[in-house]
């Protein structure tokens, strides 16, 4: 039966939530339905709809229904529970809420009011027969006080700002000061101005309160200028805050009444003319007051949604899965291809296969890992806190990453206006399939910290197959069995791209080419080098590679200046049917000394994914920095890379992939430490491939190109 409940929502603070699951809120033997919230307010769940979604309710006493969110339990209210059923007129009401960030790094959140992924959390429905579920907290529907506060908040999200840098303009993939969504820069020649509207033309002078968050865009101090009114018009300056460099800063203010023009607060933001390169930004600015209580106004009315669609979940015990290869997947992937009833499974049962190497696989769908460890929520920490809970017990060598990412500010412009991946996905041609694990963008951040004894350092090897569907993944498939199969005979060669802005550049990165020729035949005295260098100073020189990838490289090396597109000596994108290229069977190795071009995260489609995506030709495998490379620590790290894939010691046969990555690493920080920068530069080392792939079979020229085994 149904009893009408008058409801107040209770305000609720925002704070740094942490990943980290003190203990396991949900039991494998049982189903849990998912309700998606994007929006602060009471939720309303109708018996038809959970009915629809597989809920049988005869027989179900529904005060044993239990809500969870972030893995606590919420309270419910069941309208008609005093008969022990659930009627068609009755429901279920909760407190419902928007997404909010949250961080347990340690490090100050510069906009608490929007999540870096989505505006959407999740909660979790379950009944528990003979458990009673925790009822919602409620209060009187008149408020005790003779006055209420009320609350309008503006939040800025108009760029995604990368944070501090280290040395030579490299950003950590780890979150670090400044990082976050906020306003546009405010500099000497771009002030801010906006608008807040207060409910009533009248508050209580003695209790109006303004906080703005500031962010710090540069590394000087910072002293903004700051008043109400307009760009033409100063109705009263308000005090300076005094912050630095990358800091998030909050600054709290007491108004009058007098400030207040109709309702509206008008502020206008600025930068001191003299104050050459003091940048920020603001992330928000919330205006608290106090409304007295009248007759005809008794305190906000709560928002009031109804639950549309409840998702089945069950939960997955991996604690008796053991593996040593893992494969991170989504369900749009595990669509039949032209070749494949399900791509993803079928490059598990490859890899477990003796011709893929006998790995023990084991798929997970990146959806799962949301809801199991990351609460429903989309965020990339939900890989990260499966492989804390399973790594310690099984210690996998590999993990591959089976599909496209698209980072949360990844943008594109429509009708002159920016629209981002974070707010409004189905604007992009392809999807988020599975994240990256930091920004700038970084895949090895998922498998650092799981090595207590080397937690700066990667503890398995980590590649990604950047496809954005079924179809795509199912290519790249056959291209891995094409190369276990076929063997080239003749000496291994190797291309070397030589660029720079200008001669002294191109000298210099040559040197750096033959020094890494010396040490690839010092392992393989066969081996061939071919070099082609930067003839003048335009920006790029095209290059027809054709007969050279067609006639079969092990290993192409470019070392200049690049992009996400193109390179200094530009060699095309290997679709273009133009450009000639047909090397089937014979897929090089592209390591790329450069900026971005390892980039495979934002909404452009890059030339190194189109290498290894294209099917029948390309490449195998592209390794490539996602952000800035800088030359001294490519010529560092491309040196102990060619020692790892030509110089293998007494061992017969060449090292993965995936494994040299993790040795040159730990060289690199035997010799160098570990900086900021250095973290930086190989966290951003993306190999955009199967890290089990290996260049040679064996020690001898003549083996195939490339081996899968």
């Known amino acids: 039966m149904r009893n009408p409940i008058v409801l107040i929502l209770l305000g609720c603070g925002l704070c740094s939530i942490s990943m980290a699951q003190d203990s396991v809120w949900y039991r494998y033997d049982q189903t849990y339905y998912k309700i998606q919230t994007a929006a602060d307010g009471i939720y309303r769940i109708y018996p038809a709809s959970m009915e629809a979604a597989g809920i049988q309710l005869e027989g179900k006493d529904p005060r044993c229904f239990r809500l969870y969110h972030r893995g606590k339990e919420v309270g419910l209210q069941v309208a008609g529970e005093q008969d022990g059923s659930l009627d068609p007129e009755d429901y279920l009401d909760f407190i419902g809420k928007r997404n909010e960030e949250w961080r347990d790094s340690g490090i100050a959140i510069p906009n608490p009011y929007i999540n870096t992924y989505s505006d959407t959390t999740a909660f979790f429905l379950v009944y528990t027969p003979g458990e009673r579920g925790k009822p919602m907290d409620l209060r009187a529907a008149i408020p005790i006080s003779d006055k209420f506060e009320e609350v309008q908040l503006q939040v800025f999200a108009e760029e995604y700002s990368m944070g501090e840098m280290a040395r030579w303009g490299l950003r950590s993939s780890t979150p670090k000061e400044g990082q976050g969504w906020m306003s546009f820069v405010i500099a000497s020649s771009r002030n801010l101005e906006f608008q807040l509207d207060a409910a009533y033309s009248k508050v209580d002078s003695q209790s109006i309160s303004l906080e703005l968050g500031w962010v710090g865009r540069s590394t000087m101090e910072h002293v903004p200028l700051l008043w109400i009114g307009t760009s033409s018009k100063v109705l009263r300056a308000l005090p300076s805050p005094q912050f630095s460099g990358y800091e998030s800063h909050r600054q709290f203010l007491v108004l009058q009444q007098e400030d207040f023009q109709d309702g509206k607060l008008k502020l206008h933001l600025a930068v001191d003319p003299a104050r050459e390169g003091d940048y920020f930004s603001l992330a928000f600015a919330r205006l608290t007051y106090l409304l007295p209580k009248t007759n005809a106004n008794t305190g906000p009315a709560p928002l009031r949604f109804t639950v549309e669609s409840l998702q089945a979940v069950r939960f997955r015990n991996y604690d008796n899965l053991p593996a040593n290869y893992l494969i991170v997947g989504h369900g749009q992937l595990e669509q039949p291809s032209q070749s494949y009833p399900n791509p993803v499974q079928a490059y598990a049962a490859y890899r477990a296969s003796g011709a893929g190497g006998g790995y023990d696989t084991l798929v997970l769908r990146m959806e799962d890992l949301y809801d199991q460890f990351a609460f429903g929520e989309k965020t990339p920490l939900a890989l990260h806190a499966f492989l804390k809970s399973y790594w310690p017990k099984y210690q996998p060598k590999y993990l591959l990453l089976a599909g496209r990412a698209l980072i949360p500010s990844a943008q594109i412009w429509q009708k002159d206006t920016a ?217 560092r790290s491309s040196e102990l890379l060619y020692r790892g894939l030509f110089d293998w010691g007494e061992s017969s046969c060449t090292p993965t992939l995936g494994e040299i990555l993790l040795k040159a690493e730990q060289a690199f920080t035997n010799r160098y430490g570990q900086g900021p920068e250095y973290q930086a530069h190989w966290a951003q080392l993306i190999l955009l491939g199967d890290p089990a792939l290996r260049l040679f079979s064996c020690k001898s020229p003549n083996n195939a190109m490339l081996q899968g085994k």
């Not at 033959?514 to 003839?535: L, N, P, W």
């Not at 690049?562 to 290229?581: A, I, P, Q, R, T």
């Not at 390794?623 to 001294?632: P, Q």
Request: glycine share 12%.
């Open 419 to 635: 629209v981002f991946q974070r707010n409004a996905p189905q604007a992009f041609a392809f999807q988020d399939l599975v994240p990256t694990g930091g920004f700038p963008p970084s895949d090895s951040q998922f498998v650092r910290g799981l090595n207590l004894e080397d937690p700066a350092l990667p503890a398995m090897a980590v590649g990604r197959i950047p496809a954005k569907n079924a179809q795509e993944l199912a290519d790249y498939l056959d291209k891995v069995k094409e190369i276990a199969l076929l063997e080239t005979s003749g000496t291994p060669k190797m291309l070397h791209l030589v660029g720079g802005m200008n001669p002294v550049e191109i000298e210099r990165h040559r040197s750096f080419m033959e020094g890494f020729a010396t040490v690839a035949t010092r392992g393989i005295q066969e081996v061939e080098a071919i070099t082609y260098s930067k003839q003048g100073e335009a920006e790029v020189e095209r290059l027809d590679l054709g007969k050279e990838i067609n006639a079969g490289i092990a290993l192409l090396t470019y070392f200049g200046h690049g992009s996400l597109g193109y390179n200094e000596l530009d060699f095309g994108y290997v679709s273009d049917s133009n450009l000639g290229y047909a090397n089937a069977g014979a897929y090089p190795l592209l390591l790329i000394n450069g900026c971005e071009y390892g980039n495979a995260f934002g909404a452009s489609y890059s030339q190194g994914e189109d290498w290894l995506i294209t099917p029948k030709k390309g490449a195998i495998a592209v390794l490539s920095n996602s952000s800035v490379g800088v030359d001294i620590l490519l010529k």
